[in-house]
T-cell receptor, first 116, second 115 residues
């Protein structure tokens, strides 16, 4: 069983450029989450999917952020016109309802974004 | 709205000693899940222990146990026989069992185990 996989692990981009992160959840997990974490802080909720449906989106997520999960498997998080304040680690996580370990969220290793 | 508060930004403990990390939360739900996650330096966040609110018995996982006080909305983590590998950020989190499936995290406690 492979865990949650994120790509790329590190991204340095110039301000104003667009970036896209990919997340592959644990295969049988139908819920997929995106969080943002800055140094020394806890993960901050951005959005989550159940299968391909985006069920909730944080008010913190500006119009420059968009996430998709087109076939209910992998997901992408795109940030358009990046700003220095977008520099953070973007965490993907997945979970499944019920069963052993159900309702527990499992994280990937994160994608570090640095905007210069 | 759910909130999770961790009031201890940093703690340290001697190797082999016991340490308790505090967490309080606020929720209007009657049934929910509580979690402690560990994030070692530059490494992946992993689950330490979880508690279902409808279970009165405190969860235990080897050297890790919780003190769950539902009325007080308190969920502390006790680490016994602390090891150097326990050095990490520890995050408390909650998630209701209905409606939103959003997990809310606290700001974390940085734990350093001293040799």
């Amino acid at each position: 069983d492979t865990g949650v996989s994120q790509d790329p692990r590190h991204k340095i981009t110039k301000r104003g450029q667009n970036v896209t992160f990919r997340c592959d959840p644990i295969s049988e997990h139908n819920r997929l989450y995106w969080y943002r974490q800055t140094l020394g802080q806890g993960p901050e909720f951005l959005t989550y999917f159940q299968n391909e449906a985006q069920l909730e989106k944080s008010r913190l997520l500006s119009d420059r952020f968009s996430a998709e999960r087109p076939k209910g498997s992998f997901s992408t998080l795109e940030i358009q016109r990046t700003e220095q304040g977008d520099s953070a680690m973007y965490l993907c996580a997945s979970s499944q309802p019920g069963g052993t370990g159900g309702n527990t969220i499992y994280f990937g290793e994160g994608s570090w974004l640095t905007v210069v | 709205a759910q909130t999770v508060t961790q009031s201890q930004p940093e703690m340290s403990v001697q190797e082999a000693e016991t340490v308790t990390l505090s967490c309080t939360y606020d929720t209007s739900e009657n049934n929910y899940y509580l979690f402690w996650y560990k994030q070692p330096p530059s490494r992946q966040m992993i689950l330490v222990i979880r508690q279902e609110a409808y279970k009165q018995q405190n969860a235990t996982e080897n050297r890790f146990s919780v003190n769950f006080q539902k009325a007080a909305k308190s969920f502390s983590l006790k680490i016994s026989d602390s090891q150097l590998g326990d050095t990490a950020m520890y995050f408390c989190a909650s998630r209701p069992n209905s409606g939103t499936y959003k997990y809310i995290f606290g700001t974390g406690t940085r734990l350093k185990v001293l040799a």
